[in-house]
């Protein structure tokens, strides 16, 4: 199966489960000192969160039973485990995060040469684009958007490949 629509697949799974918003609350003093809640819509480019942490396994299948029978970590139908956590700023939201194996030398990881990679949520994944280009960071792809959000590539300067997801609104 292709690696893209494999991962198109789970991030549509992940976001269907999901509903956070780029907004977040924050408290504000009043003039009698109590807290009141405002929305704010916050646009800063930025990392929110962690959507994935994907690595090598030399036999994948045997990894997987390790996880399961060790530390009880169950596996779907694509073979990645969803962990469900809950937004600080707002409580009721709860974000998924995948995990998953891939067989050693995959080239979903490409051009990196490590064993690992990490996909972050991130916001207005438009500006942070234009950030990193002005930094001079490596970009590895363009852009590709999807119904469930939008998607690039980039290296670190320690030569790690990272999956930058921006979900659609509602959808973290």
């Not at 003039?31 to 994907?54: L, M, Q, R, S, Y």
Request: contains cysteine; hydrophobic residues 35%.
């Amino acid at each position: 199966m292709n690696k893209h629509i494999f991962f198109a697949l789970l991030v549509f799974s992940i976001a269907s489960c999901t509903s956070n918003t780029p907004s977040k609350e924050i408290g504000i003093p009043t003039d009698n000192n109590e807290e009141k809640a405002e929305v704010i819509n916050d646009t800063t480019p930025k990392v929110v969160g962690i959507g994935g942490i994907f690595f090598y396994a030399d036999d994948v299948e045997r990894s997987k039973e390790w996880y399961k029978k060790n530390l009880g970590i169950e596996t779907n139908d694509w073979g990645s485990a969803s962990f469900e956590s809950r937004s600080l700023n707002n409580t009721q939201d709860v974000n998924d995060m995948q995990w998953k194996p891939f067989k050693a030398g995959d080239e979903y990881f490409a051009p990196s040469k490590k064993e690992f990679m990490i996909n972050y949520i991130v916001q207005n994944l438009e500006g942070m684009v234009r950030n990193l280009k002005a930094n001079g960071a490596t970009i590895l792809d363009t852009m590709e958007t999807y119904d469930f959000g939008k998607f690039i590539h980039i290296m670190d300067e320690e030569g790690n490949k990272i999956e930058l997801w921006e979900p659609i609104s509602g959808e973290e």
